[in-house]
């Protein structure tokens, strides 16, 4: 006898209570009890976490000096340009502090209209490279072009357009009293992410030779004063992919305004034992780094830090705005309510 062949019927769930969605479910039911309570507690809780953003926002000191053309660094704006580019400036800013910054200190310098986001600049870098694999060393990937090799075919490390447009300004902070002025020491290892330092950024193995050995047959990129194995003669373990200053540039700014970390505060002495005083201040300034052919700007930025991070307003605002809109959504509901709802039709049927 052949294979009987089951019916429309056979194809049918089980007769269970999950399968013929026979399940206990709760259903709300949103009334004005419920809805207008829970309206009116979303606003008040908004508006407690707005104030209490703000408050401590506000905490914080900054001060922003734009040295793109202050001081005596009008100068130096007038000089630097791509014929004498190499040639070393430097100037001076001088600004007051008139409140003191109590704690940690930080120490930024900003650029202004410089897009990092831009998906070609990006791109241009090699990470294989910056993580230490010599076979990029010598044979950098096509993504750097045209930062991949000098101008005589030699392969450049680090290549790409992020590392030949590192930021080279260099500062030095004074504190000046009426006996003179006292130098501010700056921390300047450390500033760096611990995964970049550590993971994503490491020196080739030297195997028993010395780093400038192990970059022996590359060049610097074409805008750099330095090769990448001395970019700090002052520590021999700050040079190389781990270096700093060049792991903080490396990560890319999301938009064309932006700051980077340069230096924290060493609290270890006189008078900056408590941060920094009240009173009158100068940066030197190694001005390196062009801006005028992206008509951009450059500043440095000094702030303190609460647990919430700098001074931005956008989220504490965002709260408070936020809170007003619910609150008058609240309100309209409630008007409505109390005019067509209590009084025979009610709402909550």
């Known amino acids: ?64 000096l734009d040295y793109t053309e202050a001081g005596t660094c009008n100068l130096c704006f007038e000089k630097r340009n791509v014929s004498n580019a190499a040639q070393p400036c430097i100037c001076t800013a001088v600004f007051n502090i008139k409140k003191a910054f109590k704690g940690d200190v930080f120490f930024y310098y900003g650029l202004i209209n410089f897009h990092q986001n831009l998906r070609r600049y990006m791109d241009s870098r090699d990470d294989a490279q910056m993580v230490g694999r010599k076979n990029n060393l010598k044979s950098p990937s096509s993504y750097c072009m045209p930062f991949d090799k000098d101008k005589n075919g030699v392969p450049i ?14 500062f030095t902070l004074s504190y000046m009293t009426s006996s003179g002025s006292v130098r501010v020491p700056l921390l300047r290892k450390g500033i760096s992410w611990y995964t970049d330092k550590n993971i994503k950024y490491r020196n080739p ?10 970059f022996e047959g590359t060049a610097p990129p074409l805008y750099w004063q330095k090769p990448v194995y001395d970019l700090d003669p002052l520590d021999k373990n700050n040079n190389g992919f781990i270096n700093d ?7 890319e700014a999301a938009f064309p305004n932006f700051k980077k970390l340069y230096g924290v505060l060493h609290r270890a002495n006189k008078p900056f034992m408590n941060g920094l005083p009240a009173g009158n201040y100068s940066v030197e300034i190694s001005y390196n780094f062009p801006v005028q052919y992206f008509r951009g700007r450059k500043e440095v930025v000094l702030t303190t830090l609460t647990w919430f991070g700098g001074q931005n307003h956008f989220l504490p605002i965002a709260y408070l ?11 309209l509901l409630t008007v409505f309510w109390f005019k067509f709802g209590k009084n025979g039709q009610n709402m909550e049927e």
């Open 157 to 170: 490390a680090p290549c790409g357009a992020v590392a030949n447009s590192i930021f080279n300004d260099s």
């Open 245 to 251: 200053d060049l792991i903080v540039w490396m990560r």
């Open 1 to 64: 006898m052949g294979k009987v062949k089951p019916g429309p019927l056979a194809r049918r769930p089980d007769n269970s209570a999950f399968k013929q969605q026979r399940l206990p479910a709760w259903s709300p039911m949103l009334t004005a009890n419920s809805v207008l309570p829970f309206f009116y507690f979303m606003a008040l809780i908004c508006m407690l976490l707005g104030v209490w953003l703000l408050l401590t926002v506000q905490s914080t000191e900054e001060l922003k």
């Open 321 to 331: 705005v936020t809170s007003c809109l619910i609150l008058l959504i609240a309100i």
């Open 205 to 214: 193995s030297t195997e028993n030779m010395t780093l400038p050995q192990v």
